[in-house]
DNA sequence: ACCTGAACACCGTTCAAGT
DNA sequence: ACCTGAACACCGTTCAAGT
């Protein structure tokens, strides 16, 4: 039996390229696609398979679950951070604002990414890498050793929070128009609240709805959080 | 045509008693059993109906949407607070440190209502009431209006967040042993790390795995915050 | 006005069967 | 060893129809 001419044989390396083995990577690329194309609420096992041309069981045997899924899509956003400017022992609170900071920047960058850090327990090699830069600076500002380590896990959780508390008014389908209309709506509600039973809620109407978006609340929260762990050190 | 005497008239008030009218505040109860017995994906708008013996579909006349839902289980979790000893401007950090406990005690007692309280911005009463509390501690403490007021957001932010940890390792089917296996694994991991790269992450691989749970990261954490805040006040 | 059944468009995960 | 189709047991929300 002979091929005819206008029919090439089927090469293998095309064939090959047309369906290439799927692997870890691969659907990581695919969820990292489709977070940033859609958020967190866009990534589901399915559609990653989908983008992959197969069924979502076929992830199974190469990502334990979706809470796995989670955890290397957040190895992946925070795989840019990158800490080589030496310790600096005079400069150390300054130096974990900017720890904190590029970890803001991570997840802003991959707008989603911050919902699947929430429960996540990252243990990868970026994960070492910046705990250990946070452990550097914690004790080259005195403090003790346990005083070190939980705000080694503070940090992370702070950051994360306001990233999740970001993207959760972004994901939705609100425009930045609702987002503006509904802190004027929060900041009359507030307002007008009676003023002989919530007098400071009344009077604070406007800082309370300030700055919700933006970095000014951010940099609140570093600055309460590092001058709280300077007031930790040891003499 | 007669009805046989031995099949009742079917009177009108059992029929009445035996179909409550849907309220929002039935919707609650419910919801809210179905949280503590199953925790927050155990909340789902099909199972509340179905403890009510109803469809899905007429939960939306009382209720505009899940996330809706969501925010009233967070209002009624932390109804029960309440801070009555007087404002002692000497003892705002404690005061102030108090609030963040009831608050943790709140979630706690009701265990997934933190993740329901992750996105949702409480204006309820009970909301109104804390906020007026904290506010009037930061101002005795005298801090600038826009730090008490961002304040009065990083508080609740760092509260929610730690409750949400907690019960995202009691929510899932993981037992005392497991999660006291997962932190001996990962301390294992952390200290069998090279040394040369991560010597700190390998020397405090004790302290960084322990306290995990328990009160004492809490107590850290609003130790730190409260410090931090103290180090705003005004001259 | 309130309630309902049924449908729509989705989920994560498992499993037997294929290659 | 890896992949797949089909199924299982779920979701939130909408809508036309009933009372």
């Known amino acids: 039996m002979t091929h005819s001419p206008w029919q090439p044989i089927t090469p293998a390396k095309p064939a090959r390229e047309r369906k290439a083995p799927l692997t870890r990577d691969r659907i990581v690329d695919a969820a990292m696609e489709l977070l940033r194309k ?8 399915r559609k990653v398979a989908q983008e992959l041309k197969t069924g979502p069981a076929s992830l199974y ?33 300054e130096q974990l604002k900017d720890v904190m900071r590029a970890m803001l920047g991570a997840m802003r960058a991959n707008p989603g990414v911050a919902r699947a850090a929430i429960g996540a327990v990252p243990t990868g ?10 452990l550097a600076l914690l004790k080259a ?19 994360t929070a306001i990233a999740f508390e970001e993207t959760v008014q972004s994901a939705s ?17 507030l307002a007008g609240q009676p003023a002989d039973r919530f007098p400071l809620v009344v009077a604070l109407a406007g800082p ?18 590092t001058a709280g762990l300077a007031a930790l050190a040891q003499s």
Chains 1, 2 share one sequence.
């Open 38 to 45: 859609e958020g967190y609420d866009g990534v589901s096992m």
């Open 141 to 159: 500002g005195n403090l003790p050793d346990q005083a070190a380590a939980w705000a080694v896990d503070l940090i992370p959780l702070y950051v």
């Open 208 to 225: 309370l709805t300030s700055g919700a978006s933006g970095d000014e609340r951010f940099e609140f929260g570093i600055t309460v959080i």
């Open 125 to 134: 090699e970026r994960a070492l890498q910046t705990t250990e830069r946070m």
């Open 61 to 93: 045997a190469h990502v334990a679950n979706k809470r796995e899924l989670d955890q290397l899509l957040v190895e992946r956003a925070t795989a840019g951070m990158s800490f080589d400017d030496p310790v600096d022992p005079a400069r150390w609170q």
């Open 173 to 189: 389908d609100w425009t930045a128009e609702d987002v503006e209309a509904f802190v004027a709506g929060l900041r009359a509600y």
